[in-house]
RNA sequence: GUCCCCAUCGUCCAGCGGUUAGGACUCCGGCUUUUCAAGCCGGUGACACGGGUUCGACUCCCGUUGGGGAUGCCA
């Protein structure tokens, strides 16, 4: 038996959504799953589209999303003269020819030719040319392809994922396999990488399923053994369209609104364990009917005959619910840790400054369980680190400007301004009891307090609040809160 | 145009000839709580349509409709 060998394969050509995300994943958990290896190869044949700065980032979400590749990347641009000597190899043993019809039409042009129906290959005069014709050309410099010279027939073979499937051969034509520059296209470099890498299992987008009857075509005419395949179904956003960045550009707050770039999801606050669960349930389920899955668990549970056959459009509520899950799983300190950089940016404090820092750390666990992305705390705990919270101008209306309020206020001034310590325990003691003394219920003192102390009228429990904030910011807000009663 | 593929609640999945069609997200109630969140309990909500096959179809076959993909000197 030999060893499962799958390849992530991208083309450094833009920024990594997270379509790609999902192909890496499938194919890092069947490797894993399987015990075996998972490569990964730069698609840069495109040298005109093809950037570094691209390439980098490939490594960089594929780290983050914690999908770590075996062996040292291939990169295509490093194996052109292979490409090229075995499209050559292909013209000797009669497998391919050279064709000299020209197709350098436009988009539009050939969009309009394929509406009708039109062939757009080769006229058909070229696998026949006299060997001295192609030579005469060839010497006099005109430019040619080499095509593969597909023969009759159908191509079958078994998909893992979409079963049996069949393609005429007259569907693929004779393909091109080497550009007039002697650069290969997608196709050939595809098979030779696969075949060199020892590729075992080819796990790719749908939009590849009837390619594959080319790629095996391919296989047959290098003599080589085409590997098992899997295609996975797109992923669409919420307008059915395939996702891209239109859907990053809906305004923010609509529902219709899905980030598409993993890049974009790190930097909204999501955690990259959700954002792998999330993306295995997109078109793959575990029998068990678990969805709140680890990376470990997914690795033992995947299995590639269980994906699914429909395209699966992207819900960014469930992704956010189960951000929040695991954000509520984190350890306090965890959570903490990966927030201060959010408060930073949001201008609430400077992580050079070590006492905010400290201060922030006490902060955040009491917000934990109410964020649901790590944006989400700079938000929840503004109130916390300004110097006067914003009022909320409902929850003033609501609960200070009432008659009593004000009295109220002073009185759990002088109260806590005398307490031995600021603790929660005393402050929720000496509340309570003062509750008592006038025959209110605890919450009539409660709600004005939180309004004064954060602006809002929902947030954490108030005694936390106010042994986090420490005695001297409550009575100083207190005491502000009180001339805006009355 | 031709070819390939897909089709269960709004969404993601389960189901693989006999089920009150199940779970999750969302939404709506209720409980709990000082509020919110979390948690717990409950509710709304689907087999695209038409033919077959079968004692019996969401499940199998055919067609229709709808959607996606391929048809490149892009990948």
Redesign the pocket.
Known sequence: MSAVRVRFAP?PTGKFHVGLARTALFNFLFARHEGGEFLLRI?D??AGRSRIEFENEIMDVLTWLGIQWDETPLRQSDRLEIYKKEAFDLVETGKAYRCFC???ISEKA?KAI????G???CSGACPGLDPSEISHRVSRGD?F?LRLLTPPGVTTFRDMV??E????NS?M?D??LL???GTP??HLAVVIDDESMGVTHVIRG??????TAKHIQLYAALGGNAPVYAHLP?ILGPD???LSKRHSLVPEGDRRRVLHLVEEYRDAGYLSDALVNFLA???W?P?S?E?LLSRNELVKEFMIE?A??????F?P??LT?MN??YI?SLSPERFSECCLPFLERADLISLANSAEVEYARCVLPLIQ??AKTLADAAELTEYFFLKAPVMEEKAVRKHLTRPGAADKLRRLKSVWESLPAFTLEATEESLRGMAEEMGLS??KL??PT?VAMTGR???????ELAAALGRERVLERLEWATAIAQ
């Open positions: 083309s698609e044949t495109d020209r197709h350098d050939r394929q509406e009708q129906g062939q757009l290959g430019p392809v979409f079963g499937i069949t393609v005429d569907e034509g393909f091109v550009r007039s520059d296209v997608y749908v939009d590849h399923l009837k390619n797109m059915k369209q395939k349930l997109l078109g389920s029998g009917g969805e269980r699914s056959k429909k395209d699966a459009i819900d509520e469930k619910w929040g899950y509520r369980e109410r605890p919450g409660i709600h939180r009228m929902k947030g954490p429990g108030l005694f």
